[in-house]
């Protein structure tokens, strides 16, 4: 299984990017699917999940009423759109899949993606 994330850049606080990570290999139906980020000098930490059964999402409370997460089963691909940027944003962020229960620790990923860097511009 392959995961491949898109879409970060440079983008001023306030406004919108949206992460596109695609599965190769498999389906993202096989698997809850997320993104985690990492910031300079901090430790990975969970942003956002999709449950593999029934859609459910859930996110970190920091990014709670700006980011929402949601696949195309067609296109074999989740997203994070995420709006209302700010500076703390900035971080490498990982798509990521896990095959039994979510777990928000890294340690609980299956299988990661590459990472799309996104910088917020204050």
């Known amino acids: 299984v392959q995961l491949q994330a898109f879409g970060g850049g440079l983008v001023q606080a306030g406004g919108s990017l949206r992460l596109s990570c695609t599965v190769s290999?498999?389906?993202?139906?096989?698997?809850?699917m997320g993104w985690f980020r990492q910031a300079p000098g901090k430790e990975r930490e969970f942003v956002a999940m999709?449950?593999?059964?029934?859609?459910?999402?859930y996110f970190t409370n920091s990014v709670k009423g700006r980011f929402t997460i949601s696949r195309d089963n067609a296109k074999n691909t989740m997203f994070l759109q995420m709006h209302r940027l700010k500076p703390d944003d900035t971080a490498v962020y990982y798509c990521?899949?896990?095959?039994?229960?979510?777990?928000?620790?890294?340690?609980?990923?299956?299988?990661w993606g590459q990472g799309t860097l996104v910088t917020v511009s204050s």
């Open positions: 990521a899949a896990q095959t039994s229960v979510w777990k928000t620790h890294p340690s609980g990923v299956d299988y």
């Open positions: 290999g498999s389906t993202v139906t096989s698997y809850h």
């Open positions: 999709i449950s593999r059964i029934g859609g459910s999402t």
